[in-house]
Every structure is written in structure tokens, then in C-alpha cells.
């Protein structure tokens, strides 16, 4: 059974904190995104990685990083929290197809940040 | 770039038919479709990768028009256990998605 595992469910900040979201997957794909949800707006890319130590910026990078130094895992990092970040954090990953597409992606359950 | 869903809501009664669709200003290469229930992760449910060309999954199809730079998914005879939050992501390269930002679909007995 495939799988996308994120760190926490639910986590509370204080504005400032520095913050890790980790995200891990089991089956050996090359790609790697964090999306922030908010409702009406749906899934926003902040980054991707399609390689170990590689990551290209999404459409709301501001405020993050990320680190992938290993294959299965992908880190997002909030390096100075704040209120404005308080949000849903999906993790996905997917492999490559024929001709370089990448396939379908699996969603981690999802880490719902409050920062106060 | 951020893809535009028409609808944005549609009730429905079961059995009933529905078209969502989904526009780009952007060329498009593929186009990934998605379904979410409310409080899970979001489910795949096809891809389409070349124009015109339709992909079936059970009851629900969809196609992609490269030239409009449009999807569209058809839910025929809607069950219950079609209700959720539709997304369609699509990418102008390889690796990098834009979703929509949604349709909220509710199927009534």
C-alpha cells in the first residue's frame, strides 16, 4: 500500500518560531511537493524538488524553505512563523511517466498549522 | 496561472449528469483531475496527456482540448460517493502543477 506520511496532524506556533514539517514516501519517486490549502483558493504550489538536493520554487515561496537530502523525505521549513501562515500543508509525491510527464500524485493527510 | 473551474458549487440528485470545467491562459502539456472529501487528502483520479483525447474511470470521463486549452470532466449517473471537491491541476512543464480552486459537488438521494 502506497504511502505519503507527514509529521503531525495538527500543530500550534507562536509567531516567530522557526517550524520543520517533515514529509516521507515509500515509494521511491522522484518528485516531491508542499502545497498550502485555503479555502476557495485551492492548492498553491510553495516548492517542488525533482531530485535529491534539487527544489525549484512554486507560486508562494515567500516565507519558506525547503531541504531534501535524501530521496523519500521533503522538509518544509517556515523560517520566522506567522500568522498569516496559519493554514493546511499537503505533502505529494509522483514518479516520472514516458516522455518525462510527471504521473499521478499521492497526497499525505495533510498537517493543519495554527501560528498565534 | 492558476487554473479557472467553472462551476464553483453544483447540487445534484443521484443519478444526474454534471460537466466541470477547467480553463488555462497557459499552453498546456497534461492535465491531472482530483477529487477531495472533506477532511481527507485529495484522491487522482486521471490524467490526460494529449488533445481531444478522453479518459474514462468508471462513471466520470474527461477530455482535453489543447487547442482551447480546456478540460472538462463528465460525472454521468452521480452517486452519493461522488460528493466532494473537484480539482483539476494542470502543467505547462513537466513537473510544476497549477490547481484550480475547485468545485464543490453535493449528490442528493
Known amino acids: 500500500d502506497v504511502k505519503v506520511t507527514q509529521s503531525s496532524r495538527y500543530l500550534v506556533k507562536r509567531t516567530g518560531e522557526k517550524v520543520f514539517l517533515e514529509c516521507v514516501q515509500d515509494?521511491?519517486?522522484?518528485?516531491m511537493f508542499w502545497y498550502r490549502q485555503d479555502p476557495g483558493l485551492g492548492l498553491r504550489l510553495i516548492y517542488f524538488?525533482?531530485?535529491?538536493?534539487?527544489?525549484e520554487k512554486g507560486d508562494i515561496p515567500e516565507g519558506y524553505s525547503v531541504s531534501r537530502e535524501k530521496k523519500e523525505r521533503f522538509s518544509l521549513i517556515l523560517e520566522s512563523a506567522s500568522t498569516n501562515q496559519t493554514s493546511m500543508y499537503l505533502c505529494?509525491?509522483?514518479?516520472?511517466?514516458?516522455?518525462?510527464?510527471?504521473?499521478?500524485?499521492?497526497f499525505g493527510p495533510g498537517t493543519r498549522l495554527t501560528v498565534l | 496561472q492558476q487554473p479557472v473551474q467553472s462551476p464553483q458549487a453544483v447540487i445534484l440528485r443521484e443519478g444526474e449528469d454534471a460537466v466541470i470545467n477547467c480553463s488555462s491562459s497557459?499552453?498546456?502539456?497534461?492535465v491531472h483531475w482530483y477529487r477531495q472529501k472533506h477532511g481527507e487528502a485529495p484522491v487522482f483520479l486521471m490524467i490526460?496527456?494529449?488533445?481531444?483525447e478522453q479518459k474514462g474511470h468508471e462513471k466520470i470521463s474527461a477530455s482535453f482540448n489543447e487547442k482551447k486549452q480546456q478540460s472538462s470532466l463528465y460525472l454521468t449517473a452521480s452517486q452519493l460517493s461522488y460528493s466532494g471537491t473537484y480539482f483539476c491541476?494542470?502543467?505547462?512543464?513537466?513537473?510544476?502543477?497549477?490547481f484550480g480552486s475547485g468545485t464543490k459537488l453535493n449528490v442528493k438521494p
Open positions: 490526460l496527456l494529449k488533445g481531444g
Open positions: 515509494m521511491d519517486h522522484e518528485n
Open positions: 497557459k499552453a498546456l502539456y497534461s
Open positions: 505529494a509525491s509522483s514518479s516520472l511517466r514516458d516522455r518525462g510527464f510527471s504521473g499521478e500524485q499521492f
Open positions: 524538488s525533482y531530485d535529491v538536493k534539487m527544489k
Open positions: 491541476a494542470l502543467t505547462n512543464n513537466f513537473n510544476k502543477f497549477y
